[in-house]
């Protein structure tokens, strides 16, 4: 039972992350949750900011951590429609969140020609300091979905 709530959960949260993306200039959105319960959401904003780190996971780090006063994200989790490139990852990493959970990989993005940097999330927390939980493949039709539509 345990199992199935969480995924129902998963796909809730994602479900918002997809909400989120449809708002931006390109289909990426994010959501942190703590304790299961949404604390920031956040979408891509590259093109409306003139800011080529504006990601949707950058912009919802940098609002949370705002709120927060506070750079930690210790025991948070961060969801989002693509895999976080490795800016994002980074970010992650920074952050020490605990846990990042996402729709279409990387690697499915290349395959529907979408310019992506080829190196995984896992790839770069792996290279760092920082032990993070990787949760792939929540939702990943929706999300491909929205990323074939734009």
């Given at each position: 039972m345990l199992t199935s709530l969480a995924n129902m959960n998963q796909e809730y949260f994602m479900r918002l992350a997809l909400e989120e993306a449809k708002?931006?200039?390109?289909?990426?959105?994010?959501?942190?949750?703590?304790?299961?319960?949404?604390?920031?959401?956040?979408?891509?904003?590259?093109?409306?900011?003139?800011d080529p780190s504006a990601h949707a996971e950058i912009n919802v780090i940098r609002s949370l951590t705002t709120k927060l006063k506070n750079p930690s994200l210790e025991g948070y989790s961060i969801y989002t429609t693509g895999e976080p490139c490795p800016m994002c990852a980074t970010a992650c990493v920074w952050t020490g969140i605990s846990e990042i959970i996402y729709g279409a990989s990387i690697e499915d993005l290349i395959s529907i020609n979408q310019g992506q940097i080829n190196i995984s999330c896992e790839e770069i927390i792996a290279k760092s300091f920082r032990t993070?939980?990787?949760?792939?493949?929540i939702l990943k039709t929706e999300c491909l979905k929205l990323f074939k539509l734009s």
């Amino acid at each position: 039972m345990l199992t199935s709530l969480a995924n129902m959960n998963q796909e809730y949260f994602m479900r918002l992350a997809l909400e989120e993306a449809k708002k931006g200039d390109a289909p990426y959105g994010a959501v942190i949750v703590k304790d299961n319960q949404v604390v920031a959401v956040a979408y891509n904003t590259v093109r409306q900011d003139s800011d080529p780190s504006a990601h949707a996971e950058i912009n919802v780090i940098r609002s949370l951590t705002t709120k927060l006063k506070n750079p930690s994200l210790e025991g948070y989790s961060i969801y989002t429609t693509g895999e976080p490139c490795p800016m994002c990852a980074t970010a992650c990493v920074w952050t020490g969140i605990s846990e990042i959970i996402y729709g279409a990989s990387i690697e499915d993005l290349i395959s529907i020609n979408q310019g992506q940097i080829n190196i995984s999330c896992e790839e770069i927390i792996a290279k760092s300091f920082r032990t993070i939980k990787v949760t792939k493949g929540i939702l990943k039709t929706e999300c491909l979905k929205l990323f074939k539509l734009s």
